[in-house]
């Protein structure tokens, strides 16, 4: 396993960044090859393209944030490995890196140590910019409560292969124009919807409780993110499932998850606790309370 604490990262040359971050860059420009002559684009193309943003947007939503990074419901080891193959198909990365990054914003948000922080470092640098930071490596020491299950180490390191393997079945299945449009184009989309989440929400909507940092409420973001654009909610207090705390607040993923809680596949799930949600409650000590089990762990390592 690799130790790399952000804290100590050396620092990368602007070639090497440069190098890492072109395949990405060309991947936005890949849907355009379906205007190519000789590519039919049918409808099932566009019905593929809507679904797969769709679950796997929920998949980084539900299993990415609110079960590997905060632990906000419980679930069988099986199901745990079934969920983390799933959330890799959104192609960012293992579910431990992701986790591990995420934690690390919670605990730092919004300060120089943070490591998407449109406060401090701009727009562009917390949308996509910082995966290119040095951030490539796995911080073990913020997910000791995952780390212990080698299956799930096994999935980040080849956290490339559940998206390889979904692009190819799409291409079996659907030819070019599925792969290009089913798969890349919606691809592209859940980054950016995913990634508005660092930036825009720490920027643009409403600030409803008092946080140690920027973080805001947006319906617009909700409804992109399935849930996420309550994310001044969700800084407030990390430790429940639903991060809509109003009947009003849309979270279509906390709604997947009850479903799943429904037939016996998660349980545990949590609900904000009414200070919560009425404003009252107080985080006591540091930066981390309100966190759930796994969330905790960072404030002991770090
Ligand atoms: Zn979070
Ligand atoms: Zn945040």
């Given at each position: 396993m690799v130790e790399v604490r952000y804290e100590e990262r050396p620092p990368k040359t602007r070639l090497m960044v440069w190098v890492e971050g072109t395949p990405f860059i060309l991947l936005h420009f890949v849907p355009l090859l379906a205007l190519l002559p000789g590519i039919e684009v049918r409808p099932i193309d566009w019905v593929v393209c809507a679904a797969l943003y769709f679950v796997r947007m929920f998949a980084v939503t539900g299993i990415y944030h609110r079960y590997f990074s905060h632990r906000t419901y419980k679930t069988s080891r099986v199901f745990q490995f079934l969920m983390a193959v799933l959330a890799q198909t959104s192609s960012q990365k293992g579910a431990l890196w992701w986790a591990a990054h995420h934690r690390h914003h919670h605990k730092y948000s919004d300060t120089p140590q943070d490591v998407h922080s449109p406060i401090q470092r701009g727009f562009w640098y917390a949308h996509v910019g910082w995966m290119w930071d040095n951030t490539d490596a796995t911080d073990y020491s913020k997910i000791k409560d995952l780390a212990k299950y080698p299956e799930l180490v096994f999935l980040n390191k080849v956290w490339w292969l559940p998206p390889t393997l979904l692009g190819f079945a799409v291409w079996l299945s659907l030819g070019w124009s599925g792969l290009l449009i089913g798969f890349c184009l919606s691809t592209v989309l859940l980054w950016h919807g995913t990634f508005t989440i660092n930036s825009l929400t720490h920027l643009f909507g409403k600030r409803v409780y008092e946080t140690t940092d920027e973080s805001r409420n947006s319906f617009l973001l909700s409804l992109v993110t399935l849930g996420e654009g309550w994310h001044n909610n969700h800084h407030y207090y990390?430790?429940?499932?639903?991060?809509?705390?109003?009947?009003?607040?849309?979270?279509?993923?906390?709604?997947?998850?009850?479903?799943?809680?429904?037939?016996?596949?998660?349980?545990?799930?949590?609900?904000?606790?009414?200070?919560?949600?009425?404003?009252?409650?107080?985080?006591?000590?540091?930066?981390?309370?309100?966190?759930?089990?796994?969330s905790g762990d960072i404030a002991k390592a770090a």
């Open positions: 990390q430790a429940c499932t639903r991060q809509g705390f109003h009947w009003w607040q849309l979270d279509i993923t906390y709604y997947i998850l009850r479903g799943l809680a429904l037939v016996g596949l998660i349980w545990d799930i949590r609900e904000p606790p009414r200070e919560v949600v009425e404003g009252t409650w107080r985080p006591s000590k540091h930066r981390d309370a309100g966190a759930a089990e796994g």
